[in-house]
């Protein structure tokens, strides 16, 4: 096991955050204009899977828009917001519910609804007219999920409290409430529950799902020690502590296939109250040769700053992920056009998501080309989303 290096990990302490969209909001990205000779790997084709080649290397990295309407459908500006970002090689959408009782922030979409599912249907009919790749990211918040929004206590690995103040979008904070440990026929069920939201993606028309296993929801929680206290099937060994993502992975797989499948991961554990242990990257690195086996769509590293070098992954996490997956791997975090590029084409990763710059420039991809300048973001943008 290796052992944890204070100085290298300092940063994931430091950057820690109660949610995701607090992160977000404070962080601003710039990046300048760039000879678009230097970004020529991103432009390259990839061919995903036999069933699905990606006509460039830029991801749009899954960011949550808090606009869905009161029944947690997309909205129409939802479709026009992934349309007019439809020349990247692949969509991958806000994070979106997998039932109503895993909701944690305001106004997030679901996928567990007909009217949600005839909402996405609208997106991704208009993006695939579009020439673009549609992916649906898949999400359970765990113990990250209130009251406030389901009605009943959240659910997670262990009952390990949640703890102060939830910022949230539109002047709503929420204090973290009693959270309750699932017992393992209500893990089983919410593996079907993972399986019909996947389905139902399916029927919504997208290309494939992503698992969120990452920035600290409820995969990630079965993942790490500081929020996963079990001593069963789900918790204790390095592989009891993998099983659930391996679950809803297979299946998931065995039903739409492995090519439609992919999951997104933090190994950098800096994110939604969650905390390195020792020992917690061996469980990812089993995880992560469990899935080098099952020829998944790709692996996606979930972090907002991939400069950073963690003493406890050796390195950069996405060099971790390299190192411990074979198969296409997303990068993303922090990147700028220029150096993305030098990365891909270096082979760290072979696609790179970006998240705030495109959110700050929809027409990131054809700026890219032209060598245009971009726009930076501002927390500001998030306010325009509908
Ligand atoms: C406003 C906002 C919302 C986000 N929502 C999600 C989300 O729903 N799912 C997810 O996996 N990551 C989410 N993220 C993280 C991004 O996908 C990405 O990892 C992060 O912004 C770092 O990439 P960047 O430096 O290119 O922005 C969000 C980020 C931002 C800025």
Known sequence: MA??????????????????????????????????????????????????????????????????????????????????????????TEATLITQHCQGYRDTPGIYTEAQVRGWRRVTDRVHAAGGAIFSQLWHVGRLAHPYYTGVPAVCPSAVPTEGLCHQVRGVVLNYMPVRSLDASEIRRLVRTYLDAALNAMAAGFDGVELHGGNGYLIDQFLRQTTNKRYDRYGGRIEDRARFAIEVTDAIAGRIGPERVAMRLSPAAYFGLM??????????????????????????????????????????????????????LIGNGGYKPAEAAAAVGAGQFDLAAFGRLFIANPDFVERLRLGSELRSYERGLLELFR
């Open 3 to 92: 052992a944890l290096d204070k100085s290298a990990a300092t940063p994931a302490t430091v950057d820690k955050a109660p949610a995701p969209l607090v992160l977000a909001g404070v962080m601003s990205l710039s990046a300048p204009a760039t000879d678009p000779a230097l970004l020529a790997s991103l432009f390259q084709p990839l061919r995903l899977s036999d069933v699905l080649t990606l006509k460039n290397r830029i991801v749009l990295a899954p960011c949550t828009r808090n606009c869905a309407d009161p029944g947690l459908v997309p909205t129409a500006g939802a479709a026009d917001y992934y349309v007019e970002r439809a020349a990247a090689g692949l969509l991958v």
């Open 275 to 328: 905390d390195y242990t020792p020992g917690d990257e061996e469980t990812l690195i089993h995880l992560l040769q469990n899935l080098s086996q099952r020829r998944l769509a790709y692996v996606h590293l979930a972090l907002h700053d991939d400069h950073q070098v963690y003493g406890y992954l050796k390195g950069r996490a996405s060099a971790f992920l390299r190192r411990h997956y074979r198969g296409t």
